[in-house]
């Protein structure tokens, strides 16, 4: 119980939280997707390469689905920061 708390506390979550997740899978990334699965957040799981389609393609999947909360890699920002993926003026991510 130990871990849904600090995710209430830490992260301002409730039920109408939606979270986006590109993280590998291993062990960090099962308890926070289990964690909060379970606590009744809504997960967006992608699986693949953020690189691949379109310097936006996840920027608009996080608008698509009115994403409150991310889960990156370090790794992922600093290759977007790199490839200059950054949202466009077309989207509103507030």
């Given amino acids: 119980m130990a871990v849904a708390n600090a995710y209430y506390i830490n992260f301002d ?6 979270w986006f997740s590109a993280s590998p899978v291993g062990w ?3 308890t926070i997707n289990s ?3 379970f606590l009744g ?3 967006v799981l992608f699986e ?7 310097p936006t393609h996840m ?3 996080i608008q698509k689905h009115k994403i409150s909360n991310i889960f990156f890699p370090s790794s ?3 290759e977007f920061q790199k490839r200059g993926f950054v949202p466009s003026k ?5």
């Fill in 76 to 78: 992922v920002i600093d």
């Fill in 28 to 30: 960090a990334s099962w």
């Fill in 41 to 43: 957040h809504t997960l």
């Fill in 90 to 94: 077309m989207q509103n991510l507030l």
């Fill in 35 to 37: 964690t909060l699965f």
């Fill in 48 to 54: 693949g390469s953020p690189y691949y389609l379109s």
């Fill in 13 to 18: 979550g409730d039920r109408g939280t939606n």
């Fill in 59 to 61: 920027w608009d999947l």
